[in-house]
């Protein structure tokens, strides 16, 4: 399994980025999807779920109306788009998939929200 983030970087408050997960090695389109983050100091959080053809979805209450998670099963790829960010937004950003009892992660992405 490998996963691997990317589309992360320093953005004003109020601004958007979208994220990229690029999955391979297990059968993507069969396994729900997460969204973590982790701000320095602090335990990692879920922050998005999705469940195998993208009909149903949940977040945390810190992002709800402001994240929205996807996938494209064609290009084995989820997807967080991120809007209204905030400073407390600021963490690395990971993605996870749940295989054989095990969970895997990538390296993570860093989203900063700065002015």
């Known amino acids: 399994v490998q996963l691997v983030e990317s589309g992360g970087g320093l953005v004003q408050p109020g601004g958007s980025l979208r994220l990229s997960c690029a999955a391979s090695g297990f059968t993507f389109s069969t396994y729900y999807m997460r969204w973590y983050r982790q701000a320095p100091g602090t335990e990692r959080e879920l922050v998005a779920t999705i469940d195998t053809v993208g009909s149903k979805t949940s977040y945390s209450d810190s992002v709800k109306g402001r994240f929205t998670i996807s996938r494209d099963n064609s290009k084995n790829t989820v997807y967080l788009q991120m809007n209204s960010l905030k400073p407390e937004d600021t963490a690395v950003y990971y993605c996870?998939?749940?295989?054989?009892?095990?969970?895997?992660w990538g390296p993570g992405t860093h989203v900063t929200v700065s002015s």
């Open positions: 996870n998939a749940y295989v054989s009892h095990k969970n895997f």
